[in-house]
């Protein structure tokens, strides 16, 4: 299973609402997850189930969707939210992951 | 608390084979519905799923890697071993290792994650 992330890589300001898409290739319901990754660290979970926000990740972030098309959004884009973000489906073997999507101040 | 480590060689010659361990603790592979994997991401791209073994010894991987893979676990230790033979320029990245279960969190994939060890392979 394919994931297209859109896009790659995006500019915005502290306190923009930003929206980040993954596709998937054929439908995956709702095994989607996304992951928040800064230089040098591993990925940290935001998301999973497609909305289901991982505990401790702040109420600005959310996600939605199911079958082949998911969003996450960053309302009120924070100066910690500068990083790049994965989207991972787990619906079947092999799990995939998109290519990312850097958001730059 | 859940923490995890990887552990190996930092660089490797064309050919030779990779072995990497995972070492955790906060979790046991002898619970249902435990499992450790790997993933990996070559500086500057994406990130790429290889493998994972689940507490009953089940294991998946890459469809693309397969044949050069092999994951084990040792629940004594508390380790995960991944090993990768032929290795070549392009398998250079940083390797993560990281957790799932699947009966405590059946709707979620991996949620904890080793800090990476990045592999350069070069002669």
């Known amino acids: 299973i394919q994931l297209t992330q859109s896009p790659s890589s995006l500019s915005a300001s502290v306190g923009d609402r930003v929206t980040i898409t993954c596709r998937a290739s054929q439908g995956i319901s709702s095994y989607l997850a996304w992951y928040q990754q800064k230089p040098g660290k591993a990925p940290k979970l935001l998301i999973y189930a497609a909305s289901t926000l991982q505990s401790g990740v702040p109420s600005r972030f959310s996600g939605s969707g199911s079958g082949t098309e998911f969003t996450l959004t960053i309302n009120s884009l924070q100066p910690d939210d500068f990083a790049t973000y994965h989207c991972?489906?787990?619906?079947?073997?092999?799990?995939?992951f998109g290519q990312g999507t850097k958001v730059e101040i | 608390q859940i923490t995890l480590k990887e552990s190996g060689p930092s660089l490797v010659k064309p050919t030779q084979t990779l072995t990497l361990t995972c070492t955790f603790s906060?979790?046991?592979?002898?619970?249902?519905?435990?499992?450790v994997g790997w993933i990996r991401q070559p500086p500057g791209k994406a990130l790429e799923w290889l493998a994972i073994v689940y507490w009953d010894d089940s294991k998946r991987y890459s469809t693309s890697l397969e044949s050069r893979l092999t994951i084990t676990k040792d629940t004594s230790k508390n380790q995960v071993v991944l090993t990768m033979t032929d290795m070549g320029p392009v398998d250079t990245a940083t390797y993560y290792c990281?957790?799932?279960?699947?009966?405590?969190?059946?709707?979620?994939?991996?949620?904890?994650w080793g800090p990476g060890s990045l592999v350069t392979v070069s002669s």
């Open positions: 990281a957790h799932r279960d699947y009966d405590s969190h059946p709707d979620r994939a991996v949620d904890h």
């Open positions: 906060g979790l046991s592979l002898t619970t249902r519905g435990v499992g």
């Open positions: 991972q489906q787990y619906h079947s073997y092999p799990w995939t």
